[in-house]
């Protein structure tokens, strides 16, 4: 006994004093402090993003963040088991990746509107409804555990698009009533008749067949309205041609 007590550095009561001693339960804190290291370094991941992004290269961004959505995987399949369940590891990290998915649409939609090209618009529309929708599904993450959505930070894009689509058709528009009006109309069992309102629609079937192949509302929505307000610009201008030069139309039976 007491060869023992002196191994362990003294006497009886001293042991036993050493015995009584609660054990260390750890940093207190640590977990949070895990997850603020955690949040730091996914905050560095999408530094470099924001960098690309407004340099105007979209395409290797996107492709960057699809690179990044792919390792949630790796976290769900390695990270998050060696953690206890209570702590949803994995979840944390899909809050946090969408924080700043949001948050770097945001910063694209922010930038001079004369930097954002349509084509853009529409390649982030579809990255939105297509690949990370898709992806995140297949995590067997829901829409309802993304918020905010992703779809709200392009608002001000479609804008921006609905801006084009309207000065588009416009000048569609005014090149098909110049055109109309420089040709003679053809005699179709007796009455005058143009390609004029064939080819008009044929610019609203592309306008909103562009539109539709991104499958998002907002954005088909947004087309409609602008086509909508075109075609009443058409037939007013139209009807203001028709006043202003009958006179000058040639119109034979």
Request: hydrophobic share 40%; aromatic share 8%; glycine share 6%.
């Amino acid at each position: 006994s007491s060869g023992i007590n002196a191994e362990y550095g003294g006497d009886g009561a001293q042991g036993n004093e050493a015995a009584a001693k609660p054990i260390p339960r750890g940093v207190k804190g640590w977990f949070q402090k895990c997850l603020e290291t955690l949040r730091q370094s996914i905050a560095l991941k999408f530094e470099a993003l924001f960098t690309t992004l407004q340099s105007g290269d979209l395409e290797t961004t996107i492709g960057d963040v699809n690179a990044i959505v792919d390792e949630l995987t790796t976290v769900l399949d390695d990270v998050d088991p060696c953690f206890p369940e209570k702590y949803d590891i994995f979840r944390f990290h899909v809050q946090e990746y969408h924080k700043r998915f949001f948050g770097l649409l945001m910063g694209f939609a922010n930038l001079n509107a004369s930097e954002i090209l349509p084509g853009h618009i529409l390649m982030l529309v579809e990255w939105v409804m297509k690949d990370y929708t898709l992806q995140m599904g297949r995590l067997g993450v829901s829409n309802a555990d993304l918020q905010p959505p992703l779809l709200d930070a392009i608002d001000p894009l479609l804008g921006i698009y609905k801006n084009h689509v309207r000065n588009l058709m416009d000048e569609w528009c005014s090149r098909i009533i110049e055109q109309d009006r420089d040709s003679p109309p053809e005699l179709v069992e007796g009455q005058f008749a143009t390609m004029a309102p064939v080819i008009l629609f044929e610019s609203v079937n592309t306008q909103v067949n562009v539109a539709k192949a991104k499958k998002c509302d907002k954005i088909i929505v947004a087309v409609v309205e602008e086509v909508c307000e075109s075609l009443i610009g058409f037939q007013n201008n139209l009807n203001n041609m028709l006043r202003d030069q009958w006179t000058d139309l040639e119109l034979e039976y």
